[in-house]
């Protein structure tokens, strides 16, 4: 049998963990510094050793055992572990893994996927998105979204954490969704159907640490460095000169994984400059390689975005070119700007944001701060702007709301006049518009970080970590993170039960978006972009040879600023904020838009 590290890197998540095949299952696990792996089968036989490859990998037939058998592993007779490349976690992650059949009755081969430029993306937790939280319960809301508008549901991380909740970003078992929002299948059922919907899929994966509770893998290898770390725990061990290339391996074949295996449409990386790797190329360049080289091998488009918390001028460029080859990246400095015109002296990052000034740098050039995975990050002053169709721009998102002590919601931190304006300026941009689940129709219920891990010291740490991370912040006021309330509360309810009026106002800001899209005027050639700061005011133009549209915003940050401002705007109006006839007045927190 040949050694495991010649398999293709676009096969090699149809080697490692549990491989279904015709006369039971092959068992495959990377432990390189260990003399004895052995299988134990639940109910059934135990002590099964494994062969050890000269590349460090230990392998075992076992006919007899399929799909639905769970096991475990031991290294060097030490304690039952579950797998590390694990399908599913029946039991939470410290219990048996479990043998899983990939095959699925799929009936998306119609099914073309969804243009970068294109994407109006709708950000949810699975556990909240729905009363019940399972990926099932997810399908029967897909109508409310392709009435909204939507083109793609984009998954916070899926994959076993410890608990009964998590936000997602303590995953410790890569290949297993949690077991409490359904089985693997359920999570195909989900992608399948939204794919008939018309809906994309993309999930948000964790590739910079490995959560605290359940993180078994240093018992199999040295996965985690001894020079790199992260604020969030263990850093990969990417550049290791010994062992690098298995763990590079390891989280590259997670990717493919997802994609293959459910269908997905792209990933979004999670913290992207985070990934620490000294070695060239660095790690997430071979991530973009194997992902285009898997995309093109089986004909399925897919698309990669980063979440890079400044703009990183490399990420975009194709690889050819020495880019990164990404696709699109999160454009933070959108949603940090006009935060800070609406509450100014207020900051949810430690990045400083000025009111007005970098509002303006970022809707005129389209951001502010820059820096690549290697390099520092900080201010930049612009002179051109760039192109923005790559870059994800939010008004809301799990970090802006969870990052805040009550969990509070734009709407419940300015006003609805104020949330409906900065919808507009985002919607009507030429980047991707990223809404947060219920953001639509203003849902009132909070978003606070939640975790449900068992260690009492690591409960603590978590609460203590919030104060410490977030200084600038009260923190008595709300629901410890611990607390079921935190996961509870977070649940955003029925739609009927929001805002109607924003709600219209947000289909109407979708339709207006892609009807525009389409004829090629919400383009960045097309924009001309003027502030006017002592008015308060933005008016964005976008005009070609057939068609113009003007929005004019006017932002506040009180309730009432006075006097309305008189603003006369080219064309008919098409789309009101304050609704009514447009009388040729801008209220404080108000948008306009008018086509000719």
Not at 307 to 324: A, F, K, Q, T
Request: aromatic fraction near 10%; hydrophobic fraction near 40%; include cysteine.
């Amino acid at each position: 049998m040949m050694n495991v590290t010649d398999r293709p890197l676009t096969e090699f998540h149809r080697v490692l963990g549990a491989q279904v095949n015709s006369a039971g299952t092959r068992f495959c696990v990377w432990a390189p510094l260990a003399q004895q792996v052995v299988v134990d089968i639940i109910g059934g036989a135990t002590g099964i050793a494994m062969e050890r490859k000269s590349d460090g990998y230990f392998a075992a037939q076992v006919d007899g055992v399929t799909a639905g058998a769970t096991y475990f592993y031991r290294v060097d007779g030490g304690p039952q572990r579950p797998d590390p490349a694990s399908r599913f976690q029946p039991q939470g992650v410290h219990g048996p893994s479990q043998v899983i059949d990939p095959a699925f009755a799929w009936t998306d081969s119609d099914w073309k996927g969804i243009e970068r430029d294109n994407l109006v993306i709708y950000e949810a937790h699975t556990g909240a998105f729905t009363k019940d939280g399972t990926f099932l319960s997810a399908i029967d809301r897909l109508p409310e979204l392709v009435d909204l508008g939507v083109t793609a549901v984009e998954w916070m991380p899926v994959a076993a954490s410890a608990g009964r909740w998590n936000w997602g970003y303590d995953g410790v078992s890569f290949f297993a969704p949690t077991e409490a929002y359904g089985t693997p299948d359920d999570f195909r059922r989900f992608v399948d159907a939204a794919h008939a919907a018309g809906l994309a899929v993309l999930l948000d994966v964790v590739y910079n640490h490995v959560g605290p509770e359940g993180n078994y893998l240093n018992e199999f290898g040295p996965y985690f460095s001894t020079k790199h770390h992260t604020v969030w725990g263990e850093a990969p061990n990417f550049d290791d000169e010994t062992h690098g290339d298995e763990v590079r391996k390891y989280f590259i074949a997670n990717a493919l994984y997802w994609l293959d295996e459910f269908h997905l449409d792209g990933l979004r990386v999670d913290a992207i400059h985070c990934m620490a790797d000294d070695r060239d190329p660095h790690v997430v360049a071979e991530m973009s390689d194997a992902v285009h080289a898997w995309s093109q091998s089986n004909d399925r488009p897919v698309l990669l975005i980063a979440e890079s918390n400044v703009y990183d001028p490399e990420m975009l460029v194709e690889r050819s070119d020495g880019g990164i080859g990404f696709d699109a990246m999160w454009g933070d400095d959108f949603l940090h700007s006009v935060f800070a015109v609406l509450r100014p002296g207020e900051q949810l990052t430690h990045r400083e944001y000025l009111p007005w000034v970098d509002l303006a740098q970022t809707v005129k050039q389209g951001y502010v701060y820059e820096g690549t995975l290697r390099s520092q990050r900080g201010r930049k002053a612009l002179t051109e702007r760039v192109c923005t169709h790559g870059l994800v721009y939010s008004i809301q998102n799990h970090d802006f709301i969870g990052n805040h002590p009550l969990g509070e919601r734009l709407h419940r931190l300015t006003s609805h006049d104020a949330h409906r304006a900065a919808a507009a300026l985002m919607i009507l941009s030429p980047a991707i518009p990223m809404l947060f689940m219920g953001e639509e129709f203003a849902c009132e219920a909070p978003f606070c970080f939640f975790v449900d891990f068992g260690d009492d010291q690591l409960r603590q740490g978590v609460i203590e970590g919030r104060r410490r991370d977030y200084p600038q912040h009260n923190w008595d006021a709300g629901v410890l993170p611990t607390d079921p309330e935190a996961f509870t509360s977070a649940k955003i309810g029925d739609r009927a039960s929001g805002n109607a009026e924003t709600l219209d106002w947000y289909r109407q800001l979708v339709r207006l978006r892609t009807k525009t899209r389409e004829s090629g005027l919400l383009s960045d050639e097309n924009l001309t972009v003027t502030v006017d700061q002592d008015t308060r005011c933005l008016v964005l133009r976008y005009a070609n040879d057939s068609q113009v549209m003007t929005m004019a915003v006017r932002f506040s940050a009180d309730t009432d600023d006075g006097a309305p401002v008189e603003r006369v705007l080219e064309g008919n109006v098409v789309a009101n904020s304050k609704g009514g006839e447009y009388g040729g007045m801008l209220h404080a927190n108000h948008a306009v838009v008018t086509l000719s």
